[in-house]
């Protein structure tokens, strides 16, 4: 079983879309919850950083589930320039340092 | 602003030559990271730094060596570069369980 799975979609919406993604870890243990987006050909770049009580960024939430050990990423109101792969990591588990990432979710926003 | 550097962006080498990828942080970060990414396998973890003259395998360190002689500086070496070692390369730093930081990336290609 993969430590990190994200559908990896595309997910194909129009502008003004509601979409949210989802992303499951398996262990438990973990402790620190990241997001990123990845443009084609381009480095990933931190969205935003997850926490247990959820956070939220402009049109952008994030969700943390410790007992279904799931991070979510809700987008409202989707943009053309929203259109990017969004990587879900997962880091601290054992006291280790190297994080653990999915291999992303494709997204695209249509006009 | 984390600044992470690499040294080139595209890369042409010959089969068989010593390659030298650098890589520099400006925030003092102790941890430090080299990734490869190809399409359909997402980052794959190649070594990691945590402390000056420190490395530790990653998930795919055959045919590649670092050097970390100093905090702000890492190198990946392919000691005799192969065309299966084509790729996307990318370096991160980060502090502690921070989320890491990425360089811009170099595309290099073995011919």
């Known amino acids: 079983r993969k430590e990190v799975e994200q559908d990896p979609g595309p997910f194909n919406v129009p502008e003004g879309a509601t979409v949210a993604f989802n992303c499951t870890y398996s262990?438990?243990?973990?402790?620190?919850f990241f997001w990123y987006r990845q443009d084609c050909r381009k480095e990933p770049k931190l969205l935003m950083s997850?926490?247990?009580s959820g956070n939220e960024d402009g049109r952008f939430t994030a969700q943390l589930n410790r007992a279904s050990q799931y991070i979510s990423l809700l987008i409202r109101d989707s943009k053309l320039s929203d259109s990017a792969t969004y990587l879900c990591?997962?880091?601290?588990?054992?006291?280790?340092?190297?994080?653990?990432f999915g291999r992303g979710t494709s997204l695209i926003v249509h006009p | 602003d984390v600044k992470v550097t690499q040294s080139s962006r595209y890369l042409v080498k010959r089969t068989g030559e010593k390659v030298f990828l650098e890589c520099v942080q400006d925030?003092?970060?102790?941890?430090m990271f080299w990734y490869r990414q190809d399409p359909g396998l997402g980052l794959r973890l190649i070594y990691f730094?945590?402390?000056?003259?420190?490395?530790e395998k990653g998930d795919i360190p055959e045919g590649y060596s670092v050097s970390r002689e100093k905090k702000e500086r890492f190198s990946l070496i392919l000691e005799s570069a192969s065309t299966n070692q084509t790729s996307m390369y990318l370096c991160?730093?980060?502090?502690?369980?921070?989320?890491?930081?990425f360089g811009d990336g170099t595309r290099l290609s073995i011919l």
């Open positions: 730094s945590y402390d000056v003259k420190m490395k």
């Open positions: 990591v997962v880091n601290g588990a054992g006291g280790s340092y190297i994080p653990t």
């Open positions: 997850v926490y247990s």
């Open positions: 262990n438990s243990a973990s402790q620190s």
């Open positions: 925030m003092d970060h102790e941890n």
């Open positions: 991160a730093s980060s502090l502690g369980r921070e989320p890491q930081h």
